[in-house]
């Protein structure tokens, strides 16, 4: 006899992934839960409200650190932070309208590292420092893609990219799908497989030239 499995039930990765990239623009877990419902795409595999609520909670570690101000900062750091202020604000059209001073600290060491990087990307990337921290998880990813900065270019990329394939084989997809000279964003999104900040920063890199702001 077969023994059912228990636990919870898996959610496919296109959905989480549609959670998260709403959850950082800032949409509620009961705003995202209509959506999906909404969607043609996830007719019969949108999870429950409660799954929702979790993945959203996931992506945001609790933070009593008070909302920053430019009280708070110098004149350089301001300079840093609060394009990235405007930045968050733009791109999620108000729902997130202030950062808190954990968030804006973080923000900080990466614009003073990364000036280039769009001011979305800084604070996407500044979120997911806080939550491997939050979670004791190792940052050691994150450290290599400020290190190589796939964004500034494809030679960029493809320097960061030969190394994942040395370093960490696992990261790319078991179909062994590899990007062609001139792979698109798309393509690139589909090589990079499980390496979700990678493949936003790469689809970043064809927009930061312009104002930032665009879909990834």
Known sequence: MRTKRLGRPRIGGDIEAEIKRLAYLGWTPAQIHQELKRRPQFEGRYPVART????????????????????????????????????????????????????????????????????????????????????EQPTADLDELLAFAPWRGREHFDRFFRVVKLVHPDWIQSTGHEPAEDASPEEMRAALGSLSIAEGLWLAMEMQKGDGNGKA
């Not at 301001?78 to 604000?89: C, D, H, M, Q, S």
Request: charged share 25%; hydrophobic share 50%.
């Open 52 to 135: 929702v609520r979790r993945i959203v909670a996931g992506l945001m570690p609790q933070d009593t650190s008070g909302w920053w101000s430019l009280a708070d900062a110098d004149g350089d750091d301001a300079a840093a932070i609060l394009p990235v202020l405007a930045g968050v604000i733009e791109r999620t059209t108000g729902r997130i309208s202030r950062l808190t001073k954990a968030q804006a600290a973080c923000v900080l060491k990466i614009r003073h590292i990364a000036p280039d990087l769009s001011p979305w990307w800084a604070f996407r990337l500044a979120i997911s420092y806080r939550v491997r921290v939050h979670r």
